[in-house]
């Protein structure tokens, strides 16, 4: 439930008037660098990449280095083999579409004399039912125009766990604020919610928001989609949090501990350090043309 | 509701024990009765009774009470308090007599006041030590954040109290997070003690009497919480005339009126304060935001009622509530409730006694949505209460013994929410949790000797966590991750799922060197039952309260504690040294990504964790003069260790400061005129800082190589503070006093770090541009912020 205490800035902003960020220069020293898998594969029809990069000085703003070298294999159900192929910038592909639901996946990457290994299986993802347009005016926090939601409902059964990923005129939003993830329609494990229409706040999500964290209208001729991607419960972590470490800024005196993602990925056959994500997903999607 | 069977079997034996007692001791006299203030009827608390010609003395309890037994004889008694005229009165004594007495504020607060030596070696004579009293007279000199008089912010001027950072809730005592203090208003617990999520404590600074902080050394009458007592006493109401006081500030507008019921027998105090940003904000506010809420409030009722010599009753009660609100779309408020029913019996002259009864409760409601269809609604609360019945028998004046025992029952309800999705409605409550906690206690405050003087007290403390509602197992994982459910229990209501029970002694000892020097040593173990789930820096209003379980186990503490108490010059300056060493288990951590709310298995996300703290506190104090004040420095460590974190390594805790250093002090120009100033000096706390940068769908997110908790400082913190506090004219004829505070917070405009953090552009970004990050320093207070408050009373 961490997402509601996001919804805190607002009073947050009327408090502290008296407060100030400054920028400081922050010395990072040397550091070695670790293997970064970025594991993220579905079954779309589409070609399917997985990278491989290095980790980089957080400060350093450059592309982090990209592993060229390797050899990325899955396994499709224990026998069947799909090779990625390296094509340039890290990026290791295969053209999909690789499976269905309930497919088990086994990823191997050999790199620099170690063998690295995961595991995913294919969950079912639940059919994107509509996307809404409204016009809102004097709305408390929305500037007047055209917002959206999508309506999708949770099949029945607990531990379904998804990223609803927004594209803008095609374009992904990567803004880490906008990262959407949701489990059994609502915002986390454990609150025994289960097969419901995916709740509100996770609904509105897909519009992009403003450097205050406020939603931005769509104007007409935008292209809209949302696609809904199955993920595992511990990939549903790991994107929970990743996103509240990028966005810790946010929280203000209220920061949540400095902590490190908890990938899926390790070295099968040492204890080389790895990190980053493998996960096969099913995916759901619907578009539509603002007007 | 065996503990309340075992409980009334206890002290009915310990009662039988007095009695016996009583019975030997028959050949000796008793002189007891009430010390107050002659200006309004308040009882004074921790004021002197000395008998010159017996080098015997003792001091009134929190009620003003004091009870001395001697041979019969004529006597010398003299009566003295800081900052009053003390009395001496010759007794003859040949039966037992009650002499209540009321001392008068010394007059020219300019000229050296002339006080009994007596009175003022109390830091060297008392045994207490690591206890730090403020009287409200003092705290309201202080220089203040926006002119509000702030209890909370003042007792972090005191060695071995450190914060995470400014306008963060609560403080920390000696290493102890913020859940470990027991706040107690009028003897009921104050679960959040803060107003604006940590800017302002809840006390209204015009209906405090007395704050006393106990840092270690904690007598038996206490428990429930490791680290600290913050035990802050309402005042009683003038019993004499009517008074109102009253002030304008930036943030409050307060008003108290306390007046007699029937003169000098019943009184009563009522006092308010209320914060107008939302209206002072109304015409600037556009037509969106015109059904914003935004304030804060408390009110303070105590009333007080002398039935007879032997009996008195107390009532009171707190209610205090944070308003946030956006129209419809949106509400968020908090608050505390207390009320303490109270009744001081004299069972005879040497045994008196006071039973409390009290009900407590924290809660806070969240809703968003204006449309039915979909919204959410969320509250959250603890509610307890309690019966506590506290016995002192005056054995003799050179021994002191006090039993009585404690019973809390507390509900607790960690989440209720309603969740509409389309009109479709889910209930996402967590099941109320419920609790019994028990003590009994014993303590014996004891001269051996002159020199030699101990308290010794046992506490047995029990916990039974009850249903109704189920106890749940969880199985193994990896350390540091999230424990899975393996099976659930249910249970009946108050039918038992986990017992606990802690034995708890206390020992502290004084061993005075001559008048004006002692050494001092103490040892305690705490025992804590409720516990506190935050895992933000500063703890939140949305923070819930849980208590120990079949997974969660009781925090533990051992404390010891060695001082040397010297005063100088004739007790104008008080020179405190003290070293301890605490040693926690089972303090409460969380996994990575813990979920702390809303999640029925919570316990699954929580991690146990060790702890050790040490220092050295040091103070120095001038209490006489035109130029009083304090200088207070702590050397300290606080470290925790958890299975998980920090690659299993000990790591310095977020409150950590090594050097803390602060100087109070206080002038008086002129009879109307006082200057105040206040400087701290703070290490830097420590912070996570990541190393490095990863890359996953065209996200960056920050990584730490290393693994390390806490592994960087911050800058040092440094701040002075100034005020002037100009008196209205003394006019014989005038009752309206007014008096100007002018205040400078930050007077140098530092920006002290509250944290640095890591922040990323969220610019739109194609997936190939490099990210841009940066490092930013949060300040929570950027500028010296000025403040006008205008105070009056009649």
């Known amino acids: 439930m961490n997402n509601l205490i996001n919804y805190i800035p607002f009073i947050l902003l009327a408090l502290f008037i008296m407060a100030c960020e400054d920028v400081v220069e922050i010395e990072l020293g040397q550091q070695e660098e670790q293997l970064v898998i970025d594991g993220w594969i579905n079954n779309l029809p589409t070609e399917q990449t997985i990278t491989l990069s290095m980790t980089a000085n957080y400060f350093e703003a450059a592309a982090t280095p990209k592993i060229s070298d390797a050899t990325v294999t899955l396994t499709k159900n224990g026998s069947t083999e799909i090779p990625f192929e390296y094509s340039t910038d890290g990026k290791y592909t295969a053209m999909g579409p690789i499976g269905e639901v309930g497919d088990v996946f086994d990823l191997e990457i050999n790199w620099n004399g170690n063998q690295y290994c995961a595991q995913s299986e294919m969950n079912r993802v639940p059919a994107v039912d509509s996307i809404d347009v409204e016009l809102r005016v004097d709305d408390i926090f929305l500037d007047d125009g055209l917002y959206t939601q999508f309506f999708a409902r949770d099949p029945e059964g607990t531990g379904d766990a998804y990223w609803i990923k927004t594209f803008k005129n095609g374009v992904f939003r990567n803004n880490p604020r906008e990262l959407n993830i949701a489990v059994d329609a609502a915002f986390d494990a454990g609150t025994g919610v289960d097969g419901i229409i995916f709740i509100p706040p996770i609904r509105e999500l897909m519009n992009p928001v403003d450097q205050d964290f406020l939603p931005i209208p769509w104007l007409p001729g935008e292209l809209v989609k949302v696609e809904i991607h199955s993920i595992s419960l511990a990939a549903f972590q790991f994107l929970e949090i990743a996103r509240d470490q990028m966005i810790n800024g946010d929280n203000g005196i209220f920061a949540l501990p400095v902590t490190n993602t908890r990938g899926n990925v390790t070295s099968c056959t040492s204890d080389a350090l790895v990190i980053g994500f493998f996960n096969v997903a099913a995916v759901s999607s619907r578009e539509k043309l603002i007007e | 509701m065996k503990i309340y069977k075992n409980l009334n079997i206890i002290l009915l034996f310990l009662l039988i024990g007095s009695n016996c007692a009583l019975i030997a001791q028959s050949d000796r006299v008793t002189i007891n009765g009430y010390i107050r203030d002659a200006d309004n009827g308040e009882t004074l608390i921790g004021a002197n009774v000395y008998v010159e010609s017996q080098s015997l003395g003792s001091t009134s309890n929190e009620y003003g009470f004091y009870s001395l037994s001697l041979s019969p004889g004529t006597y010398q008694l003299t009566y003295s308090y800081l900052g009053f005229e003390s009395q001496t009165k010759s007794v003859v004594l040949d039966q037992n007599q009650t002499i209540d007495i009321e001392l008068g504020t010394a007059s020219a607060q300019l000229e050296e006041i002339v006080v009994s030596a007596t009175a003022k070696n109390a830091n060297v004579s008392d045994l207490e030590m690591s206890v730090n009293t403020l009287d409200i007279q003092t705290i309201q000199k202080l220089p203040t954040l926006l002119g509000e008089v702030e209890i909370l912010r003042s007792i972090q001027l005191l060695p071995g109290v450190s914060t995470v950072g400014e306008g963060a809730a609560g403080f920390n005592v000696r290493g102890g997070s913020i859940d470990q203090n027991l706040v107690l208003l009028d003897e009921a617990p104050v679960y959040n003690s803060s107003h604006l999520f940590g800017f302002f404590s809840v006390f209204n600074p015009d209906a405090v009497k007395d704050v006393k902080l106990y840092k270690g050394g904690i007598p038996s009458r206490y428990g429930g919480r490791l680290s600290s007592i913050l035990d802050v006493r309402m005042k009683e109401g003038n019993s004499k005339k009517l008074e109102v006081n009253g002030g304008i500030g930036a943030i409050f507008s307060r008003l108290s009126v306390e007046a007699p019921i029937i003169k000098d027998k019943a009184s009563f105090i009522i006092a308010g304060r209320r914060s107008y940003i939302d209206v002072l904000a109304k015409p600037f506010l556009n037509d969106d935001l015109n059904d914003t809420v935004l304030n804060f409030y408390d009110l303070t009722v105590k009333t007080n009622y002398n039935i007879n010599d032997k009996n008195r009753i107390f009532l009171s009660a707190y209610t205090g509530r944070d308003n946030f609100g956006f129209g419809d779309a949106a509400g968020f408020n908090w608050g505390n409730r207390t009320l303490t029913l109270r009744w001081n019996h004299l069972f005879s002259d040497r045994l008196f006694s006071n039973i409390t009864l009290f009900a407590s409760d924290y809660d806070y409601d969240i809703s968003f949505g204006d449309d039915s269809a979909n919204k959410f609604d969320w509250d959250a609360s603890i509610i307890n209460y309690s019966v506590k019945p506290e016995l002192s028998f005056y054995l003799n004046p050179k021994n002191l013994i006090r039993f009585g025992g404690q019973s809390i029952i507390y509900k607790f309800q960690p989440g209720r929410a309603i969740g509409v999705s389309e009109g479709e409605s889910r209930d996402l409550s967590l099941d109320p949790k419920y609790a019994i906690e028990g003590a009994i206690f014993v303590e014996d405050e004891l001269n051996i000797t002159d020199k030699l003087e101990v308290n010794a007290g046992l506490r047995l403390s029990l916990f039974n966590y009850t249903g109704k509602g189920f106890g749940y197992t969880f199985g193994e994982s990896e350390a540091g991750t999230r424990q899975p459910v393996t099976s659930a229990n249910e249970y009946d209501q108050w039918e038992s799922i986990q017992r ?260 990323q552009s969220y610019e739109d970004r194609a997936p190939d541009v490099p990210l841009q990050t940066e490092a930013i320093r949060l300040s929570v207070i950027g500028n010296f912020i000025p403040s006008i408050s205008y105070n009056f009373s009649f």
Do not use: C
């Not at chain 2, 849980?546 to 010297?566: C, L, R």
């Not at chain 2, 300056?573 to 990504?593: H, M, R």
């Not at chain 2, 706390?685 to 996200?699: D, H, K, L, M, N």
């Open chain 2, 500 to 759: 606990y029970q802690n034995l708890e002694p206390r020992l502290s000892l004084k061993y005075q060197m001559n008048e004006s020097t002692s050494f001092k040593a103490s040892f305690m173990r705490t025992a804590q039952y409720i516990h506190l789930v935050s895992n933000t820096a500063a703890s939140t209003p949305v923070d819930v309260w849980t208590p120990s379980t079949n997974n969660i186990k009781p925090q533990m503490a051992d404390q010891v504690a060695i001082g040397y108490f010297k005063n100088l010059s004739d007790n104008r300056y008080e020179l405190s040294a003290e070293l301890y060493y605490k040693d926690f288990d089972n303090l409460v951590e969380y996994i990575d990504g813990a979920d702390i709310l809303l999640n029925e298995f919570i316990e699954g996300d929580l991690l146990e964790g060790d702890g050790r703290a040490y220092g050295l506190e040091f103070m120095l104090k001038k209490n006489e003069g035109r130029f009083t004040g304090w200088l207070s420095y702590t050397l300290a460590k606080t470290e925790r260790f958890v299975d998980g974190i920090n690659n299993n390594e000990w790591y310095p805790s977020r409150f950590d400061q090594t050097h803390n250093l602060s100087v109070t002090t206080f002038y008086d120009l002129s009879k109307r005129l006082s200057l105040s100033a206040s400087f701290a000096l703070i290490s830097g706390t420590p912070v996570t800082f990541a190393t490095s940068r990863i890359e996953q769908q065209g996200y960056v997110i920050p990584h730490n190589l290393e693994n390390s908790r806490n592994n960087v400082r911050i800058p040092a913190y440094h701040r002075l503070d100034l005020s002037a506090t100009l008196k209205g004219k003394d006019k014989p004829n005038k009752r309206w006093k007014g008096d100007w505070v002018l205040s400078i917070y930050n007077v140098y405009s530092r920006r002290n770090a509250f944290s640095i953090y890591f922040r």
